[in-house]
Structures are given as structure tokens and as C-alpha cells.
């Protein structure tokens, strides 16, 4: 990415979404010139597949299918599914996050169905104090589920899930949704432009 004549340097930044937010949180952890890590709805622990780096691996966060719910609209929830990576052995899987050189912003929608993304946040914000580091910003929106998208994408609110291969919700109201994912991408923005030394002003929106 440094490389790429677009890429102003000296740093990156990195935005993970869901299972891409505890790969960036690995890349943040282990890899030199990452300056900032966007977090929306992820994880703390590494997810469905193990994770191999140099003469390292961490193990995937396990998970009990036997606790998939069903909701009244028919589809399944996942929320419950996952193991509680502050137990052993799933302590395991947790990302060493106190290893990353920047900061970190989680957003966090409170009506997630897929990952308890807030608990996973104050995991994060723990971690991070015990080790002497800065405490991440989070941001928690209510009424918002699991994909927060940029400003004005439709709200999705299910669809077949590859892991399990069932219909799962995502949760989120509508307008809250909408509404979160215009402020959240904002909220990106001002950190970008915050900690990647980028002196260009942000234009807010009138929503």
C-alpha cells in the first residue's frame, strides 16, 4: 500500500467491517506502519479459521451452532453462538491488540445480531489500559445492527450467512440505522484525517 502512488504515506490507515475488523486488528497488532485502526462491528478474537502469522498461529474463536435462535420473521440470530473469549481456552484467541502502534475506533451498533459488538469494544478498551495503552474511542448508536454501511445504502437486514448457511438477521430500525451510518461515516472521516496527518476539512452532512 505504501508503494501505491495514491497511498500519501507515511502510514496507513485500516477499516474492517465484521470478520474484517479482527483482520485488520491482527494487521494493526503485528505489522509496522499502521497508524489507525477503524473497527464496525468486530470481534476482539480471531474468527472462523485459525490465523497463521510467521512462526505463530491463533486459534479461532469456537462457537455452538446448538445456540442459534430463531426470531418471528423465520431467520436465525447468531448472537448467542459464539464462545466468551475471556474464558480459557478461548482466551487463546484474542488478538494481542496492545501491540498495535495507533489507535483504534470502534463503532458499535447496540441492536448487532451477530456479534455482541459492544462487550467485544469494552474487551478491546480493557486490554488496552491494562497494557498502559491509550483507551480506543467507541461509539455506540442504538436502534442499529450489525451492517453499518456508508451514508444512504438500504438497511440490511438479512441474508444467507456462509458460515452457518442459514438465513440470519442483522438487526437495526430503519431510521436509526440510516442515521447512524451517515454520523459513523463521518466519525471515520474526522479520525482518518486525525491521525493520518491529513489537514484537509471535512464536510459534515445537514442529517
Known amino acids: 500500500m505504501l508503494q501505491h502512488p495514491k497511498v500519501k504515506g507515511p502510514n496507513v490507515g485500516l477499516l474492517g467491517f465484521s470478520k474484517g475488523g479482527d483482520l485488520c486488528l491482527s494487521m494493526a497488532s503485528f505489522l509496522k506502519g499502521i497508524t489507525a485502526t477503524v473497527l464496525i462491528n468486530s470481534c476482539v478474537a480471531n474468527t472462523i479459521a485459525p490465523l497463521h502469522y510467521k512462526d505463530m498461529t491463533i486459534p479461532n474463536l469456537g462457537n ?38 495507533g489507535p483504534f475506533l470502534f463503532i458499535v451498533g447496540m441492536d448487532d445480531h451477530n456479534w455482541k459488538s459492544e462487550f467485544y469494544a469494552h474487551i478491546a ?44 438477521v442483522y438487526g437495526g430500525e430503519p431510521r436509526a440505522h440510516s ?27 445537514k442529517i
Open 64 to 101: 455452538d451452532l446448538g445456540k442459534l435462535k430463531i426470531t418471528e420473521s423465520g431467520h436465525f440470530t447468531l448472537l448467542d453462538v459464539w464462545n466468551n473469549p475471556l474464558e480459557e481456552p478461548n482466551h487463546l484467541s484474542l488478538i494481542p491488540l496492545e501491540k498495535a502502534q
Open 125 to 168: 478498551s480493557e486490554r488496552l489500559q491494562a497494557h498502559g495503552k491509550e483507551r480506543p474511542q467507541i461509539i455506540c448508536y442504538p436502534e442499529t445492527g450489525h451492517c453499518i454501511d456508508p451514508p444512504y445504502f438500504p438497511l440490511f437486514r438479512a441474508s444467507v450467512h456462509a458460515v452457518v448457511n442459514k438465513a440470519v
Open 179 to 205: 442515521r447512524a451510518q451517515v454520523d459513523a461515516w463521518q466519525q471515520i472521516q474526522i479520525f482518518f484525517h486525525k491521525h493520518l496527518n491529513c489537514k484537509k476539512s471535512i464536510r459534515h452532512s
